[in-house]
């Protein structure tokens, strides 16, 4: 059958919101008094990332029915991922989240998503599930387990593509986006039980069941060693790797921070490759640089050491620069480094 002409690129499902970064770096969130306001979200920086290298990409979304949601949907068009998914939710607020920047490996990170955020509220009948089976990438994140009706729709999405190719699962484990002990391990109940698909996993679920669910259904897995540790009870990268292709993905993907990272595919090929030098900003943005560059090279069929080295290319330059979603490379600043091979 031939592809879609009008089918996305990369459709990608979760979390959205407003981050407020301070201006100046190296000062506690409550000595600043400038701050940068940008479109964020793992899944939605994801987008535009591969946006930004040309792809042509959406997001299913939700934000709250305020001026905060409005903007953020200017930003997504203005960075020409699609935002017809992108839905208001009016009984809750806009998120926002601000960031602490002590270059070069300390961001802590304060989500301002109360009582419930908007995204958490996609439910599976809203669903395109034409267009998320027609996309060539699908990509959901762990935090979109997090939570019903989110998890239900996420998993739902999951199920309709049928593993098809290529179905990232981006483990992005954030356990205070969990609900209050559910956190700490396997054996918390999911808030309000089961339902829909999942439900098998029973009223004992926890984070990873949740996870391990999730992984039954992607082809592709990417993840840090603690997000590893979640989903396979495994840190050490080619443990984890291994675990991960066990559950049954086809492609492993563990980011070692300033180790670098490792890639590992069913059919035998493993890359380590180690990290781009670069003088750090904010490191905060780099992993969803990398994931849309990573989509962007699966897309265009490159062999694996390629793509991974020019995922860690793109996610160094985000490193190096102040905000996430505006700091996304262009594929032309991603070459010119690879040709320099040299750091950022």
């Given at each position: 059958m031939a592809a879609d002409p009008l089918a996305f690129d990369l459709i990608t499902m979760g979390r959205i919101g407003v981050d407020l970064y301070p201006l100046k770096t190296g000062v506690p969130l409550g000595e600043a008094d400038t701050?940068?306001?940008?479109?964020?979200?793992?899944?939605?920086?994801?987008?535009?990332?591969?946006?930004?290298?040309?792809?042509?990409?959406?997001v299913i979304t939700r934000t709250g029915a305020d001026?905060?949601?409005?903007?953020?949907?200017?930003?997504?068009r203005g960075f020409g991922v699609d935002d017809r998914w992108a839905g208001e939710v009016a009984a809750y607020p806009t998120p926002v989240t601000f960031c602490e920047i002590f270059?070069?490996?300390?961001f802590p990170l304060y989500f301002y998503r109360y009582p419930k955020a908007p995204d958490l509220e996609i439910a599976a009948d809203?669903?395109?599930?034409?267009?998320?089976?027609?996309?060539?990438?699908?990509?959901m994140t762990g935090t979109g387990l997090s939570a019903e009706p989110s998890r239900t729709a996420t998993l739902a999405a999951l199920e309709a593509r049928g593993r098809s190719p290529l179905t990232v699962f981006d483990l992005d484990w954030r356990p205070m986006?969990?609900?209050?002990?559910?956190?700490?391990?396997?054996?918390?109940?999911?808030?309000?039980?089961?339902?829909?698909?999942g439900a098998e996993a029973g009223a004992e679920a926890g984070p990873g069941e949740w996870y391990r669910r999730a992984l039954s259904l992607a082809t592709?897995?990417?993840?840090?060693?603690?997000?590893?540790?979640?989903?396979?009870?495994?840190?050490?990268?080619?443990?984890?790797?291994?675990?991960?292709?066990?559950?049954?993905?086809e492609l492993a993907v563990v980011k070692r921070g300033p180790a670098g990272v490792l890639a590992v595919h069913r059919d035998g090929t493993v890359v380590e490759l180690p990290?781009?030098?670069?003088?750090?900003?904010?490191?905060?943005?780099?992993?969803?640089?990398?994931?849309?560059?990573?989509?962007?090279?699966?897309?265009?069929?490159?062999?694996?050491?390629?793509?991974?080295?020019?995922?860690?290319?793109?996610?160094?330059?985000?490193?190096?620069?102040?905000a996430?979603?505006?700091?996304?490379?262009?594929?032309e600043e991603v070459e010119e480094v690879l040709g320099g091979a040299g750091g950022v």
């Open positions: 701050f940068g306001k940008f479109l964020g979200g793992s899944p939605t920086n994801v987008a535009v990332a591969a946006a930004r290298l040309g792809r042509r990409t959406a001026p905060f949601g409005a903007y953020l949907r200017s930003e997504l270059p070069p490996d300390d809203e669903l395109d599930l034409d267009a998320v089976r027609a996309a060539r990438v699908f990509w986006l969990w609900p209050s002990g559910e956190g700490a391990g396997a054996g918390a109940a999911p808030e309000g039980g089961p339902a829909g698909p592709v897995a990417v993840g840090n060693a603690q997000e590893c540790a979640i989903a396979t009870g495994e840190t050490e990268p080619y443990a984890a790797a291994r675990a991960l292709l066990a559950v049954g993905v990290p781009v030098p670069v003088t750090v900003v904010n490191g905060l943005g780099a992993g969803d640089a990398f994931g849309g560059a990573l989509c962007h090279g699966l897309l265009a069929g490159w062999e694996l050491e390629r793509v991974i080295g020019y995922a860690n290319v793109a996610g160094a330059i985000v490193a190096s620069r102040l996430c979603s505006t700091a996304m490379p262009f594929a």
